[in-house]
């Protein structure tokens, strides 16, 4: 329910609001008469737009009649000149056409009048106009002047017409400015008293916060300095008097605390005494926890070094079953070979099958011991580097010689843009770092499908060289891009796509990369495709 009387407001944000809610409104009230004035303004310029062309018209009426006034004059002089009077005959058309234009853009009941009279005046002028050509020599002089005293007529005429629309102009525009001051003074007014209701908030705000505030301010200070028997009288139930009343109340709880705060000191001393008693004893309970800790320390050091020597051990055996490996596989590959070349006999489609199928799987084989025997070496440290500066054109040249035939035999297409001028040198091992790039482009051409792309692009970086080995073929999942470089890692849709792999090969691409101060890094998106950028120190 709305109260029926005003309710004075209490708080400052309320003394605020009534401030800010009178200047809206007066600006408010400011903005309509504003608006007002300008509608009036647009009302008086809309009524300017027919007058100004009735004057265009009036001013090419006269025009016209001058013009046809010189062609008449001219005919006459030249004793009729058969080749003017068709121009005399079309100046008095568009006169007459003139004239209507005129009498259809009037804009007051007493120039259609006028412009009616006129009309007829400029009929008559247009009919005894285009009659002159037809009479005879001798009648020139009398039909020229009949020419000339109906255009006086006319231009009589015209220049009554002219002058109603010039004082129907000029009214109008003296209305126009009769409004525009009344607006200005309007809104001159509205403004000053705008200007003065915002001092008069002012000038009464300051006042009504300054003052108390600064009585707080003194008060904060003294208590501040530990003067807590400092109060303030309090006046008014605004925000500034309930922070009076706020601080009044620190000062008694202040008080209160400081006396209570020395009891407690007393007591607090007292306790502190007694458990400085129980931290000594404490103390000789951590040192007897400290040596068991020390013992644990050592057993989990021996563990470790169990399971280092474990690894150790592993990575051993596997580098022996591996250097077993290599001899028998190599006679298997031997024997498919001599087989498969005939030399112990003719073989039918089936039984080559059969062991092309063998010779394949042995060479798998092959591969994976390699690998893991360069893992082995990794791991151990065993792994020596021989750097050698080579151009990074001429060596990405002679890695990828190889491989458009691989992609072709895949439909894929392949593509090298390696062109720099000049071309940068690097240092690297040649016997390791063609192992990188024939991995990462082999599985690029593995895993895109019939008709895709791969291309391997070679350019300069700040300090470096940079190749990039892009793909249009499966992609890799998100989840699995963190595991990329983990040894016997493979991604699920590449497992789907090739089912041999012991993904040992993206590790020791990234082991290589690194041993050789470079970077590897990739983007993958599943379904369109994967950029490998490999990045290596250019040779100083």
Do not use: C
Request: hydrophobic residues 40%; negative net charge.
């Amino acid at each position: 329910m709305i109260p029926s009387t005003f309710v004075k407001p209490r708080t400052i944000q309320q003394k605020t609001l009534v401030g800010y809610g009178t200047i809206v409104a007066v600006s408010f009230l400011m903005l309509v008469a504003g608006f007002y004035e300008l509608g009036s303004i647009t009302l008086m310029g809309r009524n300017l737009v027919p007058i100004n062309n009735e004057r265009a018209h009036i001013e090419d009426v006269s025009k016209k009649l001058v013009s046809l006034d010189a062609s008449v004059d001219r005919y006459v002089q030249s004793g009729g000149a058969a080749d003017m009077g068709e121009s005399i005959r079309r100046e008095a058309r568009a006169l007459r056409d003139s004239g209507e234009e005129l009498r259809g853009s009037a804009v007051l009941p007493d120039t259609r009048s006028q412009l009616g009279t006129l009309l007829d005046a400029i009929v008559r002028l247009e009919d005894v106009a285009s009659a002159l050509p037809a009479v005879s020599y001798e009648q020139f002089p009398f039909q020229g002047e009949t020419v000339f005293a109906q255009s006086r007529e006319v231009r009589v005429l015209l220049s009554a017409v002219s002058d109603s629309s010039l004082a129907e102009l000029s009214s109008t525009i003296q209305r126009e400015q009769a409004v525009v001051s009344y607006g200005w003074k309007v809104l001159l007014t509205v403004e000053s008293l705008l200007l003065l209701a915002a001092l008069l908030l002012a000038v009464k705000g300051s006042e009504m916060i300054a003052g108390p505030l600064h009585r707080l301010q003194e008060m904060a200070t003294k208590i501040a300095r530990g003067e807590y028997n400092t109060r303030i009288e309090v006046s008014g139930d605004d925000e500034i008097g309930e922070l009076g009343f706020s601080l009044n109340a620190m000062a008694d709880r202040l008080t209160h605390y400081n006396q209570e705060l020395e009891r407690e000191v007393e007591s607090r001393t007292k306790d502190l005494n007694e458990k400085m008693e129980a931290l000594r004893v404490s103390n000789r309970e951590l040192d007897q926890t400290a040596t068991l800790l020390t013992h644990r320390e050592q057993e989990l050091t021996q563990a470790n070094e169990r399971l280092r020597e474990l690894d150790r051990l592993k990575s051993e055996f596997l580098s022996v079953a591996a250097h077993q490996l290599r001899t028998p596989l190599s006679a298997i590959k031997w024997v498919f070979s001599i087989v498969l070349e005939d030399r112990t006999g003719p073989l039918n489609e089936e039984q080559r099958s059969f062991l092309v199928k063998g010779k394949e799987s042995n060479e798998r084989m092959v591969r994976l011991v390699d690998d893991m025997l360069t893992v082995t070496r990794i791991e151990s440290g065993h792994s020596d580097y021989t750097l050698t500066r080579v151009s990074m054109k001429k060596f990405l040249d002679e890695v990828t010689a190889n491989f458009p035939l691989i992609a072709s035999d895949r439909g894929v297409r392949f593509e090298t843009r390696t062109d720099i001028d000049p071309s940068p040198e690097v240092m690297i091992d040649t016997e390791r770092m063609p192992f990188v790039f024939e991995n990462v482009i082999d599985n690029a051409i593995k895993y895109t499908p019939a008709g895709g792309v791969v291309s391997v692009t070679l350019t300069r970086g700040a300090g470096s060289v940079v190749v990039t080995i892009t793909d249009t073929g499966i992609g890799i999942p998100v989840e699995e891009q963190k595991e990329i470089f983990t040894k016997f890692f493979r991604a699920t849709n590449a497992v789907k796509v090739v089912t041999d792999g012991n993904g040992l090969g993206l590790f020791v691409v990234k082991t290589i990369v690194e041993r050789h101060g470079g970077t590897v890094s990739f983007a993958s998106e599943v379904g369109k495709g994967t950029v490998f950028t490999i990045e290596l120190p250019v040779a100083v």
